[in-house]
């Protein structure tokens, strides 16, 4: 059964939250990434997106800056950093929902989203509870609907394996060792997804980060 216990903040330690925007921002080229992510997705006028693990809110409010009409969801497990999301989402004026929740628990009706995209998480989560997630966003996006992933992956090269050894210090081997590998697209196989691709890969100061997308089958 998956565990509470085993979940890892983001940055790994609560002090480090504050400078979570920081970090990020200079460490993983977040406006390569995330841009690419959200043009992957092909969000349209009246969707319900769900932006699961939305840390500080920044992948969401993007959404819903260029999405209006979107009906936008940002979950964390996290209830500090979801304070700076909120306050983010204020200042930015946008009007996106922030709801505290864990990713193999999540508080949403089957079929419920026509979109869920994630940034840097999955290599927080222990196999068991990668799995556990993917089983819950299965269930809860609408038949045809699909999923858009961004994490580390398998390192494009020599170099970026090194560079990726940091994050495996700080959010642990354990957690991180299937990502080196480029197992993820495993689990959303196994969860039921279909057309599970690596659709597109960028270069970081901490390794090589991969844009998965997966589709819920119709039937």
């Given at each position: ?126 196999w068991e509870n990668k799995q556990a997630t993917a089983a819950e966003l299965y269930r809860i996006l609408k038949p045809g609907a699909h999923l858009h ?71």
């Open positions: 059964m998956p565990s509470e216990t085993e979940y890892v903040p983001a940055l790994r330690f609560k002090w480090l939250t504050r400078y979570y925007d920081v970090v990020i921002a200079y460490s993983t080229r977040e406006k390569t990434f995330k841009r690419a992510l959200i043009n992957q997705a092909g969000i349209e006028s009246g969707m319900q997106v769900l932006d699961l693990a939305s840390g500080t809110g920044t992948l969401a409010i993007w959404i819903k800056q260029q999405y209006p009409s979107a009906i936008v969801t940002g979950v964390d497990g996290d209830s500090d950093i979801l304070t700076l999301a909120a306050s983010k989402a204020q200042h930015a004026n946008v009007d996106v929902t922030f709801d505290r929740a864990l990713s193999f628990d999540l508080p949403y009706s089957e079929n419920q989203f026509d979109r869920i995209v994630s940034s840097l998480f999955f290599h927080h989560l222990t992933i961004a994490d580390w992956g398998r390192p494009a090269n020599k170099i970026m394996r090194l560079l990726f050894l940091p994050v495996q210090i700080l959010d642990g081997f354990k957690n991180t060792q299937e990502n080196a590998k480029g197992r993820l697209s495993e689990i959303f196989e196994k969860a039921g997804f279909e057309h599970v691709v690596q659709k597109q890969s960028v270069n970081t100061i901490l390794g090589t980060m991969v844009i998965y997308s997966a589709y819920k089958n119709k039937n």
